[in-house]
């Protein structure tokens, strides 16, 4: 069973910039996919971007196209934590921003069906 702890959020002005972190324990982060969904108030948590297992031979991450160019996801290996970094953050970016591993060794899975486990979430709010 894994343990996904994300920290990093936070109040930042908008054009600014972030960085999340998701702490894994129990299971590694190298061989799943892993990715990151956001859940704005009244609103679906939605896709934000993901990572490839290590094995997966095609494109290695996946983003959604509202944060395509600012946000990076990316993983360290010998940490066993992944990270998205966020920049010219936008208020429209703000929401409970949750990290998730993938059931299986995959690709940069895009829906919320692929993730088996998830954190417990952190707040990124953007003022205007």
């Known amino acids: 069973q894994v343990q996904l702890i994300e920290s990093g959020g936070g109040l930042v002005p908008a054009g600014d910039s972030l960085r999340l972190s998701c702490a894994a324990s129990g299971r590694t982060v190298t061989i799943y996919g892993m990715g990151w969904f956001r859940q704005a108030p009244g609103r679906e948590r939605e896709f934000v971007a993901a990572?490839?297992?290590?094995?997966?031979?095609?494109?290695?991450?996946s983003y959604a196209d509202s944060v395509k160019g600012r946000f990076t996801i990316s993983r360290d290996n010998a940490k066993n934590t992944v990270y998205l970094q966020m920049n010219s953050l936008r208020p429209e970016d703000t929401a409970v921003y949750y990290c998730?591993?993938?059931?299986?060794?995959?690709?940069?899975?895009?829906?919320?069906?692929?993730?088996?486990?998830w954190g417990q979430g952190t707040q990124v709010t953007v003022s205007s």
């Open positions: 998730a591993q993938a059931r299986f060794a995959s690709g940069p899975a895009r829906t919320y069906g692929a993730y088996g486990s």
């Open positions: 990572v490839a297992g290590i094995s997966w031979r095609g494109d290695n991450t």
